[in-house]
């Protein structure tokens, strides 16, 4: 019984130093974001997540248009950081051959983001623009 009592709080006590630094929850852009310099980006993919169809833009021009219009808007983040399922834009940002930052309009880097109607709209009609069709 001493044994059992013993090893109960070991694993008590054990159990209790688990604790996780609570994640800092800030605004951010999309530069903040991105790891590098947001201009560097030279190819973005583009993933309707209700069908799976994917868009890749290369043309420069079309890109830093783009980014233009999102870099700098303030994403506030989600009091509630609790997961979320499915998504209907989703987009890469590559540099050469590597994923840079992938990011939906409500999630960049595992944090939860409140809906920021303006960044929202950019990105709607960019989707609309290249997959030539309503979302």
């Known amino acids: ?15 209790c130093q688990w604790k996780t630094d609570p994640i800092k929850l ?30 890749v833009i290369e043309d420069q ?9 999102v870099k700098d808007i303030v994403l506030e983040p989600d009091e509630n950081q609790e997961g979320r399922a499915g998504y209907v834009f989703g987009i890469s940002l590559y540099k050469g051959k590597e994923v840079k930052l992938g990011f939906i309009p409500n999630q960049i880097n595992k944090i939860y983001y409140k ?9 709607k009609a960019f989707f609309e623009e290249h997959f030539e069709r309503e979302f």
């Open 1 to 15: 019984m001493k044994h059992f009592i013993v090893v109960l709080l070991l694993v008590f006590i054990t159990g």
């Open 26 to 55: 800030k605004p951010i852009t999309l530069s903040e974001a991105y790891p590098e310099s947001i201009l560097e980006v030279d190819r973005i993919e583009l993933l309707d997540g209700s069908t799976g169809e994917r868009k």
């Open 61 to 69: 021009q079309v890109i830093m248009q783009f980014l233009s219009e």
């Open 115 to 123: 809906t920021n109607i303006e960044f929202v709209g950019h990105v």
